[in-house]
């Protein structure tokens, strides 16, 4: 785990519907004060284009950059593109030399009185991430592990919260640890919203990871899987599950849903999205 670095996938399909959704909960939730985000698994934060880790495979190209470029009016979808623009204030049109991560997205979707907490182990994202966020008083930056802190991160803050969980998925046990990571916390906060992704790769794995997630019992989840099958990529979709969705949630992005698998689908291959509230 600590040799991945997100800037190798930063800003691929995968990442384009974690922040629309990510955006969607921060601006629902942040309306229930006091509201607090936090984000165990951090990264850096934001992520150049010209940095040797995004131009390996250049995934954007095959993700923000097609929803950057289509023609959208959708207005769940623009207010994720609203940030993304934020990012790069000094750029024409849809120009884009800076790809905001989760945390960046969060701190330009808060407000001033709503609180966000990061996480980070790997040392030299850790270190990128301090910089990025020095100058916001409203954010607290630590190094730990949250596979061991989790509880203490969120028992730490009051109010509405979001946990965004999305490790990187390459420690063997990756999937068990996340099952029961929110198995305890899910069972110790039943009030929190947690937005866990996960990765859909080997077909056998990822189901495996599904069904094991779902016989949790927790109440109230809801499961986004979206399948997504494509040449330019080992990853052939991607999913979420939501505990503590908003009551609308479904009504409300289904559409947006639909759209950007429209956008990002490679014609040739493919796609389809299951929205499940168990």
């Given at each position: 785990?600590?040799?991945?670095?997100?800037?190798?996938?930063?800003?691929?399909?995968?990442?384009?519907?974690?922040?629309?959704?990510?955006?969607?909960?921060?601006?629902?939730?942040?309306?229930?004060?006091?509201?607090?985000?936090?984000?165990?698994?951090?990264?850096?934060?934001?992520?150049?284009?010209?940095?040797?880790?995004?131009?390996?495979?250049?995934?954007?190209?095959?993700?923000?950059?097609?929803?950057?470029?289509?023609?959208?009016?959708?207005?769940?979808?623009?207010?994720?593109?609203?940030?993304?623009?934020?990012?790069?204030?000094?750029?024409?049109?849809?120009?884009?030399?800076?790809?905001?991560?989760?945390?960046?997205?969060?701190?330009?979707?808060?407000?001033?009185?709503?609180?966000?907490?990061?996480?980070?182990?790997?040392?030299?994202?850790?270190?990128?991430?301090?910089?990025?966020?020095?100058?916001?008083?409203?954010?607290?930056i630590e190094k730990k592990d949250a596979y061991a802190s989790l509880d203490k991160m969120i028992t730490s803050y009051q109010g509405t919260?979001?946990?965004?969980?999305?490790?990187?998925?390459?420690?063997?046990?990756?999937?068990?640890?996340?099952?029961?990571?929110?198995?305890?916390?899910?069972?110790?906060?039943?009030?929190?919203?947690?937005?866990?992704?996960?990765?859909?790769?080997?077909?056998?794995?990822?189901?495996?990871?599904?069904?094991?997630?779902?016989?949790?019992?927790?109440?109230?989840?809801?499961?986004?899987?979206?399948?997504?099958?494509?040449?330019?990529?080992?990853?052939?979709?991607?999913?979420?599950?939501?505990?503590?969705?908003?009551?609308?949630?479904?009504?409300?992005?289904?559409?947006?849903?639909?759209?950007?698998?429209?956008?990002?689908?490679?014609?040739?291959?493919?796609?389809?999205?299951?929205?499940?509230?168990?």
């Open positions: 785990m600590l040799s991945y670095r997100h800037g190798f996938h930063a800003g691929n399909f995968a990442d384009v519907f974690k922040h629309f959704i990510l955006v969607y909960l921060l601006n629902k939730l942040k309306a229930s004060k006091p509201f607090s985000f936090i984000d165990p698994f951090a990264a850096a934060g934001k992520y150049l284009l010209e940095d040797p880790f995004m131009n390996k495979n250049k995934e954007y190209l095959n993700g923000i950059s097609k929803v950057l470029h289509a023609d959208i009016s959708d207005p769940l979808i623009m207010n994720y593109l609203d940030l993304v623009r934020k990012t790069n204030p000094n750029k024409q049109g849809n120009k884009m030399v800076i790809y905001p991560g989760s945390c960046f997205l969060a701190q330009l979707a808060l407000d001033q009185d709503d609180y966000i907490y990061l996480s980070e182990l790997h040392n030299n994202e850790f270190e990128i991430l301090k910089k990025n966020f020095e100058n916001d008083s409203r954010i607290v919260r979001l946990v965004l969980i999305d490790p990187s998925y390459e420690l063997k046990n990756e999937y068990d640890k996340i099952c029961k990571l929110i198995k305890h916390n899910a069972g110790q906060f039943p009030d929190v919203c947690f937005l866990v992704w996960y990765p859909i790769l080997e077909a056998e794995k990822t189901n495996a990871f599904v069904k094991q997630f779902i016989d949790l019992k927790i109440k109230n989840i809801t499961n986004i899987h979206i399948e997504l099958k494509n040449t330019f990529l080992r990853m052939q979709g991607t999913g979420f599950f939501i505990i503590n969705a908003p009551s609308t949630m479904q009504k409300d992005i289904v559409p947006s849903l639909d759209i950007l698998l429209h956008i990002l689908k490679d014609s040739d291959h493919f796609a389809k999205i299951n929205y499940n509230v168990l």
